[in-house]
């Protein structure tokens, strides 16, 4: 029974990154800079016609061949960038590291399809020292556009998240599904993720609970725990059990408070002086 949960948790981390991954990728693929230095660099190659292209194919056929290298080469590196990032749970814009590790893992990919599509488009024969050649070469190329993702991205735009909102605002809950924004109650560690309970459900976010603590706002609750955080208003009392301080939440959930923490909960009000 054990290891059954295990896997089905297991299961569920992965599901949740494969969701964050794509929502980091339309992200992405929403940068309308991106998409301008895409279509440059392909008319480029298109008018240039490099590595013989220019002499083996017509215009149309130039044209079909290097938008269809660039257009598979862009997304399995955008991809893999994504999926990097959403794993790291970084939550913000896209770091350096996840950009140069996601390239990293996508250029064997990169390498296949490129060169299925020369196989396709210049009818050379398919074999295992040109795949192998194409991976290699694909590492390069992956991490230059890697870096232009980077660039633009460096501006302030988020990933998985919509534009920062003012001050004022509960930033915590725009990440959120729309129906479970609503009062916030506390959350709890799980694992990588912060589990986000309020009054309309709850939602595992990618993210560490310091960054879900201050993305709440400041004077919206108190930490009691290393991997507790419970709203003022959503604290009924505070008990012992067994001897041991807890909180008493007023849907009645029960979270333990570290010692640690007690003088916030006293200095809150909670607690006798």
Request: net charge positive; glycine share 8%.
């Given at each position: 029974?054990?290891?059954?949960?295990?896997?089905?948790?297991?299961?569920?981390?992965?599901?949740?990154?494969?969701?964050?991954?794509?929502?980091?990728?339309?992200?992405?693929?929403?940068?309308?800079?991106?998409?301008?230095?895409?279509?440059?660099?392909?008319?480029?190659?298109?008018?240039t016609?490099?590595?013989?292209t220019?002499?083996?194919?017509?215009?149309?056929?130039?044209?079909?061949?290097?938008?269809?290298?660039?257009?598979?080469?862009?997304?399995?590196?955008?991809?893999?960038?994504?999926?990097?990032?959403?794993?790291?749970?970084?939550?913000?814009?896209?770091g350096?590291?996840?950009?140069?590790?996601?390239?990293?893992?996508?250029?064997?990919?990169?390498?296949?399809?490129?060169?299925?599509?020369?196989?396709?488009?210049?009818?050379?024969?398919?074999?295992?020292?040109?795949?192998?050649?194409?991976?290699?070469?694909?590492?390069?190329?992956?991490?230059?556009?890697?870096?232009?993702?980077?660039?633009?991205?460096?501006s302030?735009?988020?990933?998985?998240?919509?534009?920062v909102?003012?001050?004022?605002?509960?930033?915590?809950?725009?990440?959120?599904?729309?129906?479970?924004?609503?009062?916030?109650?506390?959350?709890?560690?799980?694992?990588?993720y912060?589990?986000?309970?309020?009054?309309?459900?709850?939602?595992?976010?990618?993210?560490?609970?310091?960054?879900?603590?201050?993305?709440?706002g400041?004077?919206?609750?108190?930490?009691?725990?290393?991997?507790?955080?419970?709203?003022?208003?959503?604290?009924?009392?505070?008990?012992?059990?067994?001897g041991?301080?807890?909180?008493?939440?007023?849907?009645?959930?029960?979270?333990?408070v570290?010692?640690?923490?007690?003088?916030?909960?006293?200095?809150?009000?909670?607690?006798?002086?």
């Amino acid at each position: 029974m054990k290891q059954r949960c295990v896997k089905q948790d297991e299961r569920c981390v992965k599901l949740r990154v494969l969701q964050l991954a794509l929502r980091e990728m339309r992200m992405l693929l929403r940068e309308k800079r991106l998409w301008i230095a895409f279509g440059a660099i392909v008319a480029l190659f298109v008018f240039t016609g490099p590595f013989g292209t220019f002499d083996q194919l017509g215009f149309i056929q130039r044209l079909g061949f290097w938008l269809t290298i660039h257009a598979a080469t862009w997304l399995i590196a955008l991809a893999g960038i994504a999926l990097v990032s959403a794993w790291h749970g970084e939550g913000n814009s896209i770091g350096l590291p996840q950009t140069v590790l996601g390239c990293c893992l996508a250029s064997p990919l990169i390498g296949v399809a490129v060169e299925v599509i020369k196989v396709t488009f210049l009818g050379e024969a398919l074999t295992l020292s040109g795949v192998l050649w194409q991976m290699l070469q694909a590492l390069p190329v992956a991490v230059v556009i890697g870096l232009v993702a980077y660039f633009f991205f460096q501006s302030g735009t988020v990933l998985a998240n919509p534009p920062v909102p003012a001050v004022s605002e509960n930033r915590l809950m725009l990440r959120l599904p729309p129906e479970k924004r609503g009062e916030l109650r506390y959350m709890s560690m799980q694992d990588h993720y912060v589990e986000v309970v309020t009054a309309k459900g709850r939602e595992l976010v990618l993210l560490r609970l310091a960054d879900a603590i201050a993305e709440a706002g400041e004077g919206a609750g108190v930490q009691i725990h290393r991997s507790h955080w419970v709203a003022f208003s959503a604290i009924a009392s505070v008990n012992r059990n067994d001897g041991k301080p807890v909180a008493v939440l007023k849907d009645a959930t029960e979270l333990p408070v570290s010692r640690t923490y007690l003088p916030a909960l006293r200095e809150a009000g909670f607690l006798p002086r």
